[in-house]
């Protein structure tokens, strides 16, 4: 059984914006048994873009039930039943993050017709739900609008379920496909029970060795790329060695990226060392010349010296270095860049200020090249970072001090009355080194936290 689902929202993110609409019809793979839509107030304003495309208006909605009134009705309809959207994350991670919110964790076999679409029709140019529908003589009455699009996926869905003949038997359980060469003892419920959540995972094999951990921000999803696909023989081998899968959900990616480079080092399962592309291998490092310069250079990662900031590889070092050089007018020499015994070549193009002659002062240079040091420092000494936890009443805290990683932790929210040490306490310890002091840089510069207290 199925429930095929379309919503509109009020924008693209899952976390900030709300559902507007929505439709679900359950399908027993021949026809439609059941159907509901209905419009949901989203308890805010929807941006005048939103509703240029959809049609749908702050008024109509206005007397429009609010989702928490509209979820039991979900929960019912697609209560053992295979989730079918077209570009299904989407939707799922839509729905998922309104029961989120209402404190319910919902989850669903997913499969996604775009995908399925691409498998057994191949060879078009777009698989959007507009492009693949029309090529295929299928009309759409109402666009953009939860109960027209639905329906729409709905006759593609008929449309593949026919060209794959069997009753679609080889796609009912999306998880089941290229399931081949599996470890005889590796059970399905083990697989069945991963959360489509981010956190860290564990392989184990018949010996109860562990062979890999890993992260994903969706466990499940990460898991079954892992048994579905063998690029490479090391990938191949682990795969069929694969007896026992666990699980520990982290609530967010830095969590998770932070347990999964401690419980690397903790345990360090064959795969994983085998696996060098997981490792921070390259490293900045600086020092003076013997004119008192302060220069940089790129290089492989030595337990002896301890770098700036370390990186997954030579190229993105040397890309951060050049933003670097270019935004401080530093020398393309005197960072690593440039390999030159005379003036580097930046010099005669006027981007270098002469340092590499001389023509520069050292004291000159030096304080533009002291703010390219600080840029791989914290902002700030002691600080904590706040963000989503494993539930709706928990936030997880990251602890620095003294721009030292000490650990990480869990506090209940509904427990907490703004008390910085219950934070601190809440934190349990981890060792720092350069790999986390990374990963936390990298992610606090790409990645949006909840909270930054400082202290």
Do not use: W
């Not at 992260?215 to 023989?233: A, D, E, M, W």
Request: hydrophobic share 35%; aromatic share 10%.
């Amino acid at each position: 059984m199925y429930a095929i689902i379309d919503i509109e929202t009020t924008g693209l993110s899952p976390r900030r914006e709300r559902i507007t609409e929505i439709a679900v019809y359950v399908h027993d793979g021949k026809r439609i048994t059941q159907e509901f839509s209905s419009l949901v107030n989203p308890e805010r304003l929807i941006p005048p873009a939103v509703t240029s495309l959809t049609g749908i208006t702050n008024s109509m909605v206005e007397d429009a039930p609010k989702f928490y009134e509209i979820a039991k009705q979900i929960v019912e309809l697609t209560k053992g039943k295979i989730f079918v959207a077209h570009n299904a994350s989407f939707d799922y991670n839509f729905i998922r993050e309104e029961f989120h919110n209402l404190g319910y964790e919902f989850h669903r076999k997913t499969l996604c017709t775009v995908k399925l679409s691409r498998k057994i029709i191949p060879g078009y140019k777009s698989y959007s739900l507009g492009n693949i529908t029309q090529q295929l003589g299928i009309r759409n009455e109402n666009s953009h609008r939860a109960a027209g699009d639905a329906l729409t996926t709905v006759r593609l869905f008929e449309h593949l379920l026919h060209k794959e003949g069997n009753g679609g038997e080889s796609f009912s359980d999306l998880s089941a496909i290229a399931f081949k060469d599996l470890h005889p003892q590796l059970k399905k419920s083990s697989i069945e029970k991963l959360p489509e959540d981010c956190g860290v995972y564990y392989f184990y094999n018949g010996k109860q060795e562990l062979i890999y951990i890993g992260k994903s921000k969706n466990i499940l999803k990460r898991v079954l790329t892992h048994l579905k696909s063998s690029k490479g023989l090391k990938a191949a081998d682990m795969r069929q060695q694969i007896v026992e899968i666990a699980f520990e959900k982290t609530g967010n990616e830095l969590i998770a990226l932070l347990k999964e480079s401690a419980e690397i080092k903790k345990h360090m399962p064959i795969y994983n060392r085998q696996q060098r592309r997981n490792t921070f291998t390259t490293g900045i490092y600086f020092f003076y010349d013997e004119k008192g310069y302060i220069n940089f250079k790129i290089d492989k990662n030595k337990f002896e010296e301890l770098p700036l900031s370390v990186f997954t590889s030579k190229r993105s070092a040397v890309s951060y270095m050049e933003i670097l050089t270019e935004k401080l007018s530093l020398c393309y020499k005197m960072t690593g860049l440039f390999n030159t015994t005379g003036a580097c070549f930046h010099y005669g193009l006027g981007k270098c200020l002469g340092a590499c002659t001389g023509g520069e002062s050292t004291e000159d240079y030096n304080e533009r090249a002291v703010l390219a040091i600080q840029s791989f420092e914290f902002k700030h000494k002691n600080f904590l970072l706040l963000d989503k936890g494993r539930s709706r009443n928990e936030k997880s805290v990251v602890k620095v001090e003294s721009g030292k990683y000490l650990g990480f932790g869990y506090v209940d929210t509904e427990n907490f009355d703004g008390d910085i040490e219950l934070l601190k306490d809440c934190v349990k310890h981890y060792d720092d080194n350069r790999d986390v002091q990374s990963i936390i840089k990298n992610y606090v510069k790409s990645n949006k936290v909840e909270h930054v207290i400082t202290y």
